[in-house]
């Protein structure tokens, strides 16, 4: 696979670049200083994948991959990868349909295992007659996480609440999975990463986003049972919580916690007896006495 680093950090862009050379199948591509440079030899060398730091110089690097996605780039988008040393960017990163995000310092095995899932993602999509990735439009098959075939029924009942993955053929598994949420009147897909908590609402469940609340038809069991395997957890009968948003956690009363969002709002969910102990391990660390 060709490869290109974006970095206007020597030591950096140097580091990454030895890291990469390790790996047999990589190719080198010049390396880029700034986004405007990033642009010409993108340009000129058609890369795979570029290692693209977020923060640059004259254009940032969610600026150049927005760019390749909207449209308005005439050339081959290549993959992203995005590196740097701060995680805010993740929600938005993603957003950008990014292979992956990497944050500094570097870490060989964590590096690896991006390689390997951008291995998997060009060989999903093929080649096309010029030798170049096949688009998103040619991956074969959209799936909701059980593995059923969802692609012709996102406007049905099958679609109320799903999550929607790109299918790996070969038994290369699934691949940052998206929300799938019928409020009513159109299919709302979210990045389970951008849901702060969802609450039980009669017989719905409703989502909360920094940005919008939805409605859906699920239960709340349900709902967790999508989200398995991602940081949610069930604060109390009534309750999902991101533990990505979780800043801090307050006494209540009769030993019940509640946990206060980073959200605008600074929301507060009541923590269960039963879940205060879970929770303290969840997010790594103990109470002090």
């Not at 080649?127 to 692609?151: C, K, L, S």
Request: aromatic share 8%; with cysteine; proline share 4%.
């Amino acid at each position: 696979m060709k490869v290109m680093v974006a970095e206007d950090e020597r030591v950096a862009r140097e580091e990454l670049t030895y890291l990469l050379s390790c790996h047999p199948d990589v190719t080198l591509c010049p390396g880029a200083e700034n986004g405007s440079e990033l642009l010409e030899l993108v340009d000129q060398y058609h890369p795979d994948v570029v290692f693209l730091d977020i923060h640059m110089p004259s254009l940032s690097g969610i600026e150049a991959a927005r760019r390749w996605r909207n449209g308005s780039w005439k050339g081959r988008a290549p993959q992203v990868v995005f590196v740097t040393a701060y995680e805010q960017y993740a929600v938005e990163a993603f957003g950008l349909d990014a292979v992956d995000y990497l944050l500094k310092p570097y870490d060989e095995e964590r590096l690896g295992e991006t390689l390997e899932r951008i291995r998997r993602r060009l060989a999903s999509r093929g080649r096309d007659g010029g030798g170049h990735a096949v688009g998103m439009g040619t991956v074969p098959g959209i799936v909701r996480a059980g593995g059923d075939t969802a692609g012709q029924e996102r406007g049905g009942e099958g679609a109320a609440m799903g999550l929607l993955t790109t299918a790996v053929p070969g038994g290369g598994g699934f691949r940052r999975p998206k929300l799938l949420v019928d409020d009513g009147e159109k299919t709302v897909v979210l990045h389970p990463g951008a849901v702060q908590y969802a609450v039980r609402n009669g017989r719905a469940v409703e989502i909360h986003t920094d940005s919008l609340t939805v409605s859906a038809k699920w239960t709340l069991a349900e709902l967790e049972e999508r989200l398995a395997g991602l940081n949610f957890f069930r604060t109390h009968r009534s309750y999902l919580v991101n533990l990505e948003y979780v800043s801090a956690i307050e006494p209540w009363f009769n030993g019940a916690y509640t946990v206060v969002l980073n959200d605008r709002a600074r929301t507060k969910i009541p923590v269960s007896r039963n879940a205060v102990k879970e929770l303290f391990e969840r997010l790594g660390g103990r109470r002090s006495s």
